[in-house]
């Protein structure tokens, strides 16, 4: 099974809220097609999710947040996801939905529910995930990363490869060169902070995909922009972009 986060930054335009990059979910959908394993889809909330979040002042820490920010974020990470899905169908792939309350519980993975992903995945149907505001209990609420949930997901199901399609080449050395970081193996690269995410942009990635690492995973951050780097990455051909090697 192969684990794939479409990041939000590629799959909407986030300099504008509320806008998707439909031309490039369908190139992406066009690429995921060639895939020829079981795959798992998670995506990220970009200027769906993240701008309602930054405008209700809500975060990854349990809290009790505005609670018609709770309902406006919920219900703009279900539009994202749909224009997610439609574009998966018109492509001629399979989604199946699958919001994260179905697997999680507080800020917790329910075994057995992600353990019915996989199953999902190999009947050749695409779980398709999303970050998303959850309950937590006692009226506190929080937000759910994507990147988290490939942490999650990637620790029950050992995902063959793990992949992260981002709007940049991989992990830069130098913002400014743009100097392509070609492998990592367990070292932290520095990397400046994005105020419009508030779950941590790059420096969370970098961290999640550094923990599923040291699970063992190979994990693969790929440009979006550039499909079939993604195929590319599944059929172990040269590669492009960064590596965090799994121990
Ligand atoms: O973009 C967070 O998911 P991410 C989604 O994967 C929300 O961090 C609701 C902000």
New binding site residues.
């Given amino acids: 099974m192969i684990l794939i986060?479409l990041?939000?930054s590629i799959i909407t335009n986030k300099e504008k809220p509320l806008s998707a990059r439909k031309k490039t979910i369908d190139n992406l959908a066009k690429s995921l097609k060639k895939i020829q394993e079981p795959i798992v889809i998670?995506?990220?909330?970009?200027s769906?999710?993240?701008y309602?979040?930054v405008k209700y002042d809500?975060h990854t820490k349990e809290k009790k947040y505005d609670l018609r920010g709770v309902a406006i974020?919920?219900n703009?990470?279900i539009e994202l996801n749909k224009i997610i899905l439609d574009s998966f169908l018109k492509n001629k792939l399979k989604p199946y939905c699958l919001p994260p309350t179905d697997f999680m519980a507080g800020n917790k993975p329910i075994t057995k529910k992600v353990r019915e992903i996989e199953k999902i995945s190999k009947s050749g149907l695409i779980p398709v995930t999303?970050?998303?505001?959850l309950w937590y209990g006692q009226n506190k609420t929080f937000?759910?990363?994507?990147?988290?949930?490939m942490t999650h997901i990637a620790k029950i199901l050992k995902p063959k490869l793990c992949i992260f399609a981002l709007n940049e080449d991989g992990v830069y050395s130098d913002l400014k060169s743009k100097e392509l970081i070609h492998e990592l193996k367990g070292e932290r690269p520095l990397i400046s902070e994005n105020k419009m995410?508030?779950?941590?942009?790059m420096t969370?990635k970098i961290e999640e995909a550094s923990k599923i690492s040291k699970m063992g995973m190979n994990v693969f951050f790929v440009n979006g922009n550039k499909p079939e780097r993604i195929v590319k990455a599944v059929k172990n051909r040269k590669f492009e972009g960064t590596v965090f090697r799994g121990k």
């Fill in positions: 986060k990041g939000g998670v995506h990220g909330g970009g769906y999710g993240h309602w979040s809500m974020v919920k703009s990470m999303f970050g998303d505001a937000i759910l990363s994507g990147d988290k949930i995410d508030v779950t941590g942009g969370r």
